[in-house]
C-alpha cells in the first residue's frame, strides 16, 4: 500500500481510539519513525501532512536534516553523549533523555547555543533488561535535578513497551507511565504534558491510556527487516 493510505488508516485509527476513551484526538499527535526508510519516502510523509518524524540513530537524522528540510525532527533512540553536539538545535524533541550525564551534556551544548532543547525523560516501564531508561523509583530525583538545568526543558515522559503479540499485555505499562507523569506535575519548573508512548504493535492501546505523542514506523512503511 502506499504511504499516504496507510497515512489516512492511521489517523482514522487516532480518531476512533481517542474517541472511545473520551479523549480529544487533536491531543494526540503522529510522529513517523522514518529509520532504515529513504528521505524520498520521508518525503512522502511530508507531502501527506505529517511533518513529524523520528529517528532513533544521529548519523542517519544528520543524512535526512539536508534532505527533508520541511520535518521537525524527533529523537527518539538512545543519544551518546559524544553525538549530542550534532543535534542541538537540530531537533524538536528529544525523547530519549535516559541519564544524567546526558542531561548535563545538552544543557551544556544549548547553553552554548544560546537555546533551551526540549526533551522527554525516558522511563523502562517494565524494568526489561535489554533497554534503556530510568526506572520508576528514580525518576522523581532525577526530574527534580534537571529542572535546575536551564539549557534543556522537560515536556513529559516517554516508554517503550515490551513487545508482545497481545498488545492489552502492556496497557498498565501505559497507565503507568501517565500515573508517573501526574504524581511528577508537582515539581516545578517542568511540564508533564507530553506522554510518547505506543509504536505499530501497541499504538491503539496507548491512546486510550492518554499517549500525547505516538511513534509508528512498520505500519506506515511496512517491515523494515
Ligand atoms: C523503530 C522505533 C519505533 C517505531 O516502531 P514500529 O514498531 O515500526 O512502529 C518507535 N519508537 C522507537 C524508539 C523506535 O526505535
Not at 494526540?28 to 505529517?50: F, H, P, Q, W, Y
Not at 510518547?196 to 496507548?206: I, W
Amino acid at each position: 500500500m502506499r504511504i499516504a493510505d496507510n497515512l489516512s488508516i492511521i489517523k482514522q485509527q487516532i480518531l476512533d481510539s481517542a474517541l472511545k476513551s473520551g479523549r480529544n484526538p487533536l491531543e494526540v499527535s503522529l510522529i513517523a519513525v522514518t529509520k532504515n526508510v529513504s528521505a524520498a519516502r520521508a518525503n512522502e510523509c511530508i507531502a501527506a501532512g505529517i511533518f513529524d518524524l523520528g529517528e532513533n540513530r544521529v548519523q542517519e537524522l544528520q543524512n535526512k536534516l539536508p534532505e527533508v528540510p520541511a520535518a521537525r525532527w524527533h529523537l527518539i533512540g538512545h543519544l551518546q553523549t559524544n553525538k549530542v553536539k550534532y543535534i542541538i538545535g537540530r531537533v524538536a524533541l528529544v525523547h530519549s533523555l535516559d541519564r544524567w550525564t546526558l542531561a548535563e551534556e545538552i544543557d551544556k551544548k544549548s547553553q552554548a547555543a544560546g537555546i533551551v532543547t526540549p526533551v522527554l525523560v525516558q522511563v523502562n516501564v517494565a524494568g526489561e533488561e535489554t533497554k534503556f531508561g530510568l526506572e520508576l523509583q528514580e525518576a522523581r530525583d532525577f526530574v527534580a535535578e534537571a529542572a535546575g538545568l536551564s539549557g534543556i526543558a522537560i515536556q513529559g515522559l516517554m516508554t517503550i513497551a515490551p513487545f508482545v503479540t497481545n498488545p492489552e499485555e502492556v496497557r498498565p505499562v501505559f497507565r503507568q507511565l501517565k500515573g508517573l507523569a501526574h504524581d511528577l506535575q508537582d515539581i516545578s519548573g517542568v511540564r508533564m504534558d507530553q506522554l510518547s508512548m505506543g509504536m505499530t504493535n501497541d499504538y491503539k492501546v496507548a491512546i486510550e491510556e492518554g499517549a500525547t505523542l505516538i511513534r509508528i514506523g512498520t505500519a506506515i512503511f511496512g517491515s523494515r527487516y
